[in-house]
């Protein structure tokens, strides 16, 4: 398990220093992006509900680079929400096999669809469920507390712990 969140880590600093080293143009297009589905794409986007966090809202996230290291700069709205009770609704990536998962990742897309642009560490979610939430396909919605990692370990920029599956 921490071979995989050190491979996500790895690819989202890569990402994000791409993200870097490109030339700014107008910011990204409209309809592209984290969590953003091609309309040729099999698979429906998340629908918007107003019960749970946007991921274009977790997505406003920045990065500076310091001392070698990708470092995320959360926007004071986003900082506001650390340590408080959130839902949020996305995809599971399992961390271990297993048709039940208490520790896995919440991502703004589909890991089968082909056509989703996968995002950094600002489209994923690390959950730690209280009990074990069953693997699916289909979106998921799940609460908890929401904490913004500053400097996590892994490089990933959110987790909930205490999750629990809401529909």
């Known amino acids: 398990m921490r071979y995989l969140l050190s491979v996500i880590a790895l690819f989202a600093a890569t990402l994000a220093q791409a993200q870097l080293d490109a030339p700014v143009q107008g910011g990204i297009p409209s309809g592209s992006g984290a969590g953003v589905h091609s309309p040729d794409s099999p698979f429906a986007p998340l629908k918007e509900r107003a019960d749970v966090l946007s991921w274009a809202f977790l997505t ?57 642009l996968p995002g950094g560490p600002e489209s994923m979610i690390e959950v730690k469920s209280r009990t074990p939430i069953r693997y699916g396909m289909e979106p998921l919605v799940v609460q908890g507390r929401l904490a913004v990692l500053r400097d996590d370990p892994y490089g990933l920029y959110y987790r909930i712990t205490d999750a629990v599956a809401v529909k």
């Open 60 to 116: 406003q996230v920045k990065t500076k680079v310091e001392k070698n290291r990708v470092l995320p700069v959360f926007p004071a709205p986003i900082l506001a929400l650390d340590g408080k009770p959130q839902r949020v609704q996305g995809f599971m990536m399992p961390l271990e096999p297993g048709e039940k998962q208490t520790h896995f990742l919440l991502s703004s897309v589909p890991l089968s669809c082909s056509f989703c």
